[in-house]
């Protein structure tokens, strides 16, 4: 009876393999770094480099109405102004002065701010300063000539309060 049990216990030498048996696999250990050859360096493993995020292209902006329109009258008087030796460009800006609190200001400048909006219309160009835009949204500019003054004036559908006599206005 001995004998048969012992025929059942695995034996506590080498094993044998028989050539039917696959050969057994074998599992590299993960849990130390290879090694580098100069033993003065420290031994860190570097991560792997992170994927590059898709790059979406921006949106741009396009307005389905200008900014400022402009008449025919002053787009004349635009093309005169801004045709000399040195063609400049026109900026259309607000400041605080007068009775109401805005006024028109108009200067010329070699060329537009980094903000600036860019209006063009029959070939003449006129910039709309940033700060100034949304006082002037949605104006329609235009050239009064009479026997005291010429002057541009502005149909501004934003006014909310104007003084008497037209200088300033009231966003």
Not at 42 to 53: C, E, I, L, N
Not at 88 to 115: M, T, W
Not at 141 to 155: C, I, N, T, V
Request: proline letters at 11%.
């Amino acid at each position: 009876m001995m004998s048969a049990l012992s025929s059942e216990q695995p034996r506590a030498g080498p094993s044998r393999q028989s050539a039917s048996d696959p050969p057994p696999v074998v599992i590299p250990s993960t849990t130390t770094p290879p090694i580098s050859s100069d033993a003065a360096s420290p031994q860190t493993v570097a991560r792997p480099p992170r994927a590059p995020k898709a790059e979406r292209p921006r949106p741009t902006i396009k307005s389905t109405k200008a900014a400022l329109t402009i008449t025919p009258g002053a787009v004349q008087r635009l093309r005169a102004l801004t045709s000399g030796p040195t063609p400049q460009l026109l900026r259309i800006g607000v400041r605080n002065k007068g009775c109401a609190g805005l006024s028109y200001h108009l200067e010329y400048v070699d060329k537009p701010g980094k903000f600036d909006e860019v209006v063009e219309q029959d070939g003449v160009k006129v910039l709309i300063d940033s700060k100034a835009l949304f006082s002037i949204i949605g104006s329609e500019m235009d050239w009064h000539e009479d026997a005291l003054s010429a002057r541009f004036a502005f149909k501004n559908p934003n006014i909310k309060d104007a003084c008497g006599c037209g200088e300033s206005f009231n966003v």
